[in-house]
């Protein structure tokens, strides 16, 4: 997350708005399919070796094989994106450099079944510490040298390559080499489970970029720029909701294995934390939008205010959403979701195609908000079905207490202090201290909860020491 803002940072005022625009443009459109190259694999290979550690030398070479078959497919999607993408020259260029570089690293993401099957996430870390970090020094100095529009997208190359290397050595020499059989049973099974899983996985992806793709199409640089600065800042918050998910999946599916009273415990416990983070981090940026947007993209970005206090709403829904989605791939009800998240897509499709060539950036505003929210009350309403109530409310209203501490705080923090933006960092670090401590002292966190948090402080200070 701290590199895509460092990042953010120094494109926004490197390229300018339009230049930062179709920039965005890029890595939306390619993003939304580049998962093509796993569709899927990774979560059900996942689930199946959390469950028979025995056999994961089998999966782990029937995910390298499937993969290899479907990063021909993508590269065959990549050429048509790249042909009929409007923009000039520099854009297709830009399509094909970032293109490859997602295919590589959604290749070298393979690596992280293991670890996270495993719960050593350790080396998933240290992964994403020599990718993010190469890539940052890369796009650091590509800005120094002064380097084109182009030429930036050659940090994400080659971070990819290095990051499939690195972990190609972490993975034979602490894990296992790959095991290719032929097994077309095993094939099939993996083909019909992951289908759905992959067409959910190819809609979400979609679903956090098709409001940038389509502005790209129906829109100028300049307003792709104005809406996609204030998206990129609050997808990057949205990260934190990754690291929960993918941290919890494999006990996810080890419990759903077991019985459904076990999950929906683990569940309850999932959202309250979700909660925990995703609420005090959309009421920060909500409060703290204009100092936020003149430290990470800066002046030119002012009028995107707005846009960023707007968005702001849709961070518990995706920090939920996002849980959810994983739940049911645990549950094995992949298929329900699929049809869940898919007409959702077309809601904010048929939104943002109305409402963007009459209102602009607020016609996309207005379709992600619509879509997420919906996507929620849906997702929600089918999990109870399936495992019972999902939402703790008997602990959840005592977060109420400390939220509304933390606004008061950052609502009433000196003015001075809207013309040093650092500063704003720091008050918001110190409300975010009060919101804790509110939180703890309130009850928000169960004796056991809090027994778990003190024996990790106790095994970070006893590692520091």
Request: with cysteine.
């Amino acid at each position: 997350m701290a590199v895509r803002l460092a990042v953010t940072m120094v494109m926004a005022r490197y390229l300018g708005k339009a230049l930062f625009g179709d920039r965005s443009y890029v890595m939306a459109l390619v993003g939304s399919f580049e998962i093509l190259a796993n569709f899927g694999l990774n979560q059900i290979a996942v689930r199946e070796i959390a469950v028979h550690r025995d056999k994961a030398d089998v999966y782990f070479g029937s995910v390298i094989l499937l993969k290899a078959l479907m990063t021909v497919v993508t590269l065959g999607v990549l050429v048509v994106i790249a042909q009929t993408s409007p923009g000039g020259a520099h854009v297709r260029s830009g399509i094909y450099l970032y293109g490859l570089a997602a295919i590589l690293n959604f290749f070298a993401n393979t690596y992280y079944v293991l670890y996270r099957a495993f719960e050593r996430m350790q080396y998933e870390a240290v992964l994403v510490i020599v990718e993010r970090g190469l890539f940052l020094l890369l796009a650091l100095l590509l800005v120094y040298l002064k380097a084109g529009f182009v030429a930036l997208f050659w940090a994400n190359l080659i971070a990819a390559l290095v990051k499939l290397a690195v972990g190609a050595w972490l993975t034979v020499s602490r894990f296992t080499l790959p095991k290719i059989r032929f097994d077309w049973t095993l094939y099939k099974t993996y083909v019909r489970e992951t289908l759905p899983v992959g067409i959910s996985q190819l809609i979400n992806t979609m679903s956090v970029r098709i409001d940038i793709v389509l502005l790209g199409y129906l829109a100028t640089s300049e307003i792709v720029g104005t809406f996609s600065g204030p998206y990129r800042i609050v997808d990057a918050v949205g990260l934190l909701s990754v690291v929960l998910v993918t941290s919890l999946f494999p006990v996810m599916s080890r419990r759903a294995s077991v019985g459904v009273e076990a999950l929906r415990d683990l569940l309850q416990r999932a959202v309250k934390v979700t909660l925990l983070v995703a609420l005090p981090a959309s009421i920060g940026l909500f409060l703290l939008a204009r100092p936020a947007l003149n430290l990470a993209l800066g002046e030119q970005f002012a009028d995107s205010q707005a846009v960023l206090m707007v968005l702001t709403v849709v961070i518990a829904p995706i920090y939920l959403t996002r849980l959810f989605h994983f739940c049911f791939i645990a549950l094995k009800h992949q298929v329900e979701y699929t049809y869940i998240g898919g007409g959702t897509l077309l809601l904010n499709a048929v939104l943002d195609l109305i409402l963007i060539p009459r209102i602009g950036y607020w016609g996309a505003c207005v379709g992600a908000l619509t879509a997420a929210l919906v996507r929620l009350l849906i997702c929600s309403w089918r999990l109870r079905r399936h495992v019972g109530p999902v939402y703790p409310w008997k602990t959840l209203w005592r977060l109420l207490l400390p939220n509304l501490a933390l606004a008061a705080v950052l609502w009433a923090l000196p003015t001075w202090m809207s013309n040093w933006s650092w500063s704003w960092i720091l008050a918001g670090a110190a409300a975010g201290l009060v919101y804790l401590a509110l939180a703890w002292f309130a009850g928000a966190l169960d004796q056991s909860e809090k027994g778990a948090m003190r024996l990790v402080l106790a095994k970070i200070g006893t590692r520091s020491r």
